[in-house]
């Protein structure tokens, strides 16, 4: 299906126009529906390097890209079009709770940006993303966690965890730190980590955000 007119902005971001991110490559695709927020995006990134302005009636070469930067209707145009190692990451333009889910679980997103999130925000949102994480704050961690933590517990002895790893898992799904998740349990950070470690392992996962995604598919 073609997208109608709407502005598009390719980052081509290089590793040195930032010493700290690192991760922050080339290959990057901003589509967006509104106008508006394409223009506004447009002046938030001026300052950046390689930063250039695409306005198409046409589809792009979504290949060509490795993270697209998009909103939910873009998204659900356009998504069986997209090859499966382009990383996409959703601009919030006022998503309801079972968006959330349909975007994270149905689309595959790799992250959820909020309208009030800075641009230092947007760019390493987009760093983290490269790198193989999930890029979800406090708002939607809320959503996905909303009416699944009192069966947290009976699902992580299903799964074999001790009664240790259940509750350092049920914290952590929770959003709380290593360092909150020590305080909470009166042990240090390093207990946390190997308690983490061994979550991990018995679970098939390799991140924290796994963690929470198993508890909202399990659900």
């Not at 490795?66 to 601009?91: G, M, Q, R």
């Not at 689309?107 to 925000?121: C, E, F, S």
């Amino acid at each position: 299906m073609l997208i109608d007119p709407k502005f598009y902005v390719k980052v081509n971001l290089c590793l040195n126009f930032v010493q700290n991110r690192r991760g922050l490559l080339n290959g990057v695709l901003i589509a967006l529906k509104n106008k508006i927020l394409s223009e506004g995006l447009k002046a938030l990134l001026q300052g950046e390097k390689d930063v250039e302005i695409w306005e198409s009636n046409e589809p792009p070469q979504w290949g060509e890209y490795e993270v697209l930067v998009t909103d939910w209707v873009t998204l659900k145009e356009n998504h069986a079009s997209f090859p499966l190692s382009l990383k996409v990451l959703l601009l919030d333009t006022g998503l309801h709770s079972s968006e959330v889910f349909e975007a994270l679980w149905g689309y595959g997103v790799k992250g959820i940006l909020p309208p009030y999130m800075d641009i230092k925000l947007f760019l390493k949102a987009i760093t983290k993303v490269r790198e193989g994480e999930v890029w979800l704050d406090q708002t939607y961690l809320k959503v996905l966690l909303d009416g699944h933590r009192r069966e947290a517990r009976s699902l992580f002895g299903l799964l074999g965890l001790s009664k240790r790893e259940k509750e350092v898992a049920v914290l952590v799904a929770q959003g709380l730190s290593n360092k909150e998740v020590a305080k909470r349990l009166s042990v240090t950070e390093r207990t946390v980590k190997v308690h983490l470690n061994h979550i991990f392992k018995k679970l098939n996962i390799k991140s924290r955000m796994e963690l929470l995604l198993l508890l909202g598919k399990k659900e």
